[in-house]
């Protein structure tokens, strides 16, 4: 991988198991993408000083092996290829000389004042030969009448990131909470898919449904996004 940051996994970063949770690894993961755009002179604030951002669309995380409390985690990364508008970037995560976690992810740049998609403007070096066999096939659907609804969460200043909407560690961590998350975290090992298709803003209610292994958030009808166990 092109990039490597090291962490010591706090007890304030796990569940109840002292496992890290799925939100802190998006946390980590974010931050080592910065940091990766930063050795190529595209660092976070570069890149709001020219009213950009990049903006996650869609992720597939492969836990392989749990993380807990007090363990010392390598998370590296490398983009892999720049295909249309779409960004892809790999990760991994390491504990111990053995990879606990595999993900792939893509990317649109976007202009932060109106929310408007940027053709791509950065060219940063693909590596491909990085890229860690995660494949992102069809992307989760759900039936949203056939849907229960476990919570409504209404998107405060505390969930505003600098891209002047909720961050994506923020969508996770309400996925986490439905009723049937529990089951695929109790294992430690699981796979995770989430798509995102509508930011949610300042102040928007997002009223939150699962349907088996699926879930969902929804504003005005409109969907937010769809994340998936397996």
């Not at 970037?89 to 993900?103: E, G, V, W």
Request: with cysteine.
């Amino acid at each position: 991988m092109h990039t490597y940051e090291n962490y010591i996994i706090k007890e304030s970063m796990c569940d109840c198991f002292r496992r890290l949770k799925l939100q802190h690894m998006f946390v980590m993961m974010q931050d080592v993408a910065y940091k990766d755009l930063d050795s190529c002179g595209y660092g976070r604030k570069s890149l709001l000083d020219k009213d950009i951002a990049f903006l996650l669309r869609r992720s597939v995380v492969k836990v392989l092996n749990p993380m807990y409390a007090d363990d010392l985690i390598s998370v590296g990364t490398s983009q892999i290829s720049l295909q249309g508008m779409t960004y892809t970037r790999d990760f991994i995560f390491k504990c111990n000389n053995d990879t606990s976690l595999l993900a792939t992810t893509q990317w649109f740049l976007c202009k932060i004042s109106d929310k408007s998609l940027l053709r791509p403007e950065i060219n940063t070096i693909s590596y491909k030969e990085d890229a860690v066999g995660v494949s992102i096939g069809n992307k989760p659907e759900i039936d949203c009448n056939k849907s229960k609804q476990y919570n409504i969460v209404r998107a405060g200043y505390s969930s505003i990131d600098g891209n002047m909407h909720v961050n994506n560690t923020e969508y996770v961590a309400w996925v986490c909470d439905a009723p049937d998350a529990l089951k695929f975290m109790k294992k430690g090992c699981y796979d995770f898919d989430i798509y995102f298709k509508k930011e949610v803003v300042l102040s928007d209610n997002v009223v939150l449904k699962q349907k088996d292994n699926t879930m969902c958030g929804m504003t005005k009808d409109q969907i937010n996004f769809i994340a998936k166990f397996e």
